[in-house]
């Protein structure tokens, strides 16, 4: 699974290496502050925006600009937001979700150790929600609806 990371955050910056670790292909980490467009990040079958919740909305739309945008799960961290808050049109993303640790993400060290039997709450589309459980279970979580 190829996934893309949004935000270089304490949430970014504990979730990519963990999933890394895991074999998964983290093929891009984009921040807003990197200076580059997101128009030009290149496909992913999964999004993660782990950004500020006031951000994600404006997050998506630059996401949305992507080619690629119509065929990807987008996933944002946001324990407030529904699922379909980084849903930017009916088809863009292909699915969208939340995927939301309910625990302290303090950074890459000894995080796998941390999130193993942390809860994630789980919302949106079905697609998205089929990627969350992938997740939450990867990390050794428990992904809950």
Do not use: Y
């Not at 935000?7 to 807003?32: M, N, Q």
């Not at 739309?61 to 080619?67: D, G, I, K, N, T």
């Amino acid at each position: 699974m190829k996934i893309g990371v949004v935000g270089k955050g304490k949430a970014a910056t504990s979730l990519a290496p963990a999933l890394e670790e895991l074999s998964f292909d983290v093929s891009w980490w984009w921040s807003r502050r990197d200076g580059s467009s997101p128009a030009d990040l290149p496909p992913v079958d999964v999004v993660l925006i782990a950004v500020s919740d006031r951000a994600i909305t404006d997050i998506a739309a630059q996401l949305a600009e992507r080619p690629s945008s119509r065929n990807e799960v987008w996933l944002h961290l946001s324990g407030f937001h529904a699922g379909s808050h980084c849903r930017v049109t009916p088809d863009i993303p292909r699915a969208a979700g939340c995927f939301h640790p309910l625990c302290a993400l303090n950074g890459p060290e000894n995080i796998r150790e941390q999130l193993k039997g942390c809860v994630a709450g789980i919302d949106g589309d079905s697609g998205a929600i089929e990627v969350a459980k992938v997740l939450a279970h990867a990390l050794n979580m428990e992904g809950v609806q």
